[in-house]
């Protein structure tokens, strides 16, 4: 690989980090109705997995946790109402 690519990689892995981690929602309800995007991992999905360590396993895709059925079922709620209960 290219060390670009590997740094790329790096930069777009701490930025999602932080991201995940800011306790802020970046994104917008609308994104849930975007085809492609509604399957990236936000900070909601991310909190909810610090609140039940059984659930939302993703790095930056829900898409195995739908698969594997180990999706919190209450994250699109939570998304949409910017809410996480317990937290």
Known sequence: LDYRALMFMQVMGTLNNIMS??????FGPGLLRIPGLKFINTSTFHALHHRNFKVNYGLSTRVWDRFFKTEDKGYEMAFRN?????T
């Open 21 to 26: 981690h800011s306790g802020y929602e970046f």
């Open 82 to 86: 910017k809410k996480i209960d317990g």
